[in-house]
Structure formats: C-alpha cells, structure tokens
C-alpha cells in the first residue's frame, strides 16, 4: 500500500479531519512530479470523491463541509496542468452556478474538451476542427482554452482570427476579463506566480485593432 492510500484509509476512519486531505493531496502532487500522471488523476479523483462523500453526510461539522467544499478547488487547480476540464471547473469555482458558463453545459461540452486536452495536453493530435452551431459555447470555450494557455505556457504566441471586428474584439475582452476579474474568476489563484502588463494589453488591443483595419484597406485596394 503506498502513502495516498494510508491517508484515504486514514481519512475514512476520520473523515472530519482535514489535515488528511491535505497530506493526500501533497502525495497526488508528488506522483504528478514524478511523471505518472494518469495514476495521479485517478488519486486526485478519488480524493474528490472522498471530499464530496463527507460533504453529503448529516453528521459532518458544517465548518468541515465549507473547508472541504474549497479543499474540492484546491484539487482541481492540481489536477488543472493535466485537465481543461479540471482547470475550467477550477477557473469559475466560486461563481454562483447559475453564472457559470462551464459546468451548466459540461455533459455536452465534455466531448469536445476531451479533444482539446488530445490537442494540447497529451499531443495526441496536431490539429483540431471544430464545427459547432452558433450559440453553442464556442468562442468562450476557446477564451477559457487562451487563458489556460497564458497561465501554463505564457511564453507562447496565440493567434486569434475571425470573419468579425466585433468578434475578435469581444473574444480579447473576454481572455482580459478572465485575467483581471478576481471575483468572477480564480485565475490568479490558479496561477499566483504569472505576472503580464495590464496596460501592455490594453494598449495592444487598441494597435491589434487599428492595423486590422488598415491591412483590409489595403487588402481591398489590391482587390478592388
């Protein structure tokens, strides 16, 4: 038996002893390190489970149901480097449910997640294609994917294109929303050691827009 598995035989003996649940979730960050990350997932799962079980009982203390039910964010933003869909529950976690764009719509979302994650997490496949109704979750999805990115792998360039002005500026206004709102979201939380400019990006919006404009000019006036 490995050290995961005495905490979780330690936690079911006390399940109102939180200290528990954080030893077992430093072992799942351990196994992470040390590369296996589908055991780690499915220890971190478990340990999920075990939160949520202890939750649910009448008998719980309800100080310890309010300090497992933040315990349960705790895990995911874990989970989060491995996960889209553990960053995204993580992402809007403290949102009233009724707010959130993730989870109301997760069962239909999960598919297309589980691609992204293939995409971009596992490298299982080098391009993804998505061709989806309108109004179904797309372009915020693709937000939350950007922001995701920007918090792992801030070194990277993403491009954005689109048929609309409008589009693009709401689809930049949405990943900033998502980078600086600290009641609506828990990016920071999830990644308190990234820093960017605020007014970098602000001022880059306005230049992005501006040259958009003035390529379709010239582009229009080699096509007239």
């Known amino acids: 038996m490995d050290i995961f598995h005495k905490y979780v035989n330690a936690i079911k003996k006390s399940p109102e002893n939180v200290e528990y649940y954080s030893y077992a979730l430093n072992c799942c960050k351990y196994i992470f390190k040390a590369g296996n990350v589908n055991y780690a997932l499915k220890c971190t799962t ?27 964010q705790d895990i995911l933003i874990v989970e989060s480097p491995y996960s889209l869909d553990s960053y995204f529950l993580a992402l809007e976690y403290t949102r009233p449910i009724h707010q959130q764009f993730y989870l109301p719509r997760r069962k239909q979302l999960k598919p297309i ?41 801030p070194e990277l360039a993403n491009l954005y294109v689109t048929y609309s002005t409008d589009t693009a500026k709401g689809f930049y206004d949405g990943v900033y929303e998502i ?46």
């Open 113 to 153: 997640v589980h691609e992204l994650e293939r995409l971009l997490i596992s490298d299982e496949i080098d391009e993804l294609f998505l061709s989806m109704p309108p109004r179904t979750g797309k372009t915020t999805l693709i937000i939350f994917v950007i922001s995701w990115l920007i918090g792992f792998k």
């Open 46 to 72: 478990d340990l999920k489970e075990l939160c949520k079980r202890t939750i649910k009982n009448e008998t719980t203390l309800n100080t310890v149901k309010v300090a497992l039910y933040d315990f349960i």
């Open 179 to 224: 980078l600086n709102d600290e009641i609506t979201y828990s990016w920071h939380k999830i990644f308190p050691d990234v820093e960017f400019d605020k007014t970098s990006m602000c001022n880059s919006k306005e230049s992005y827009l501006g040259r958009c404009y003035d390529d379709l000019h010239e582009w229009n006036g080699y096509h007239q």
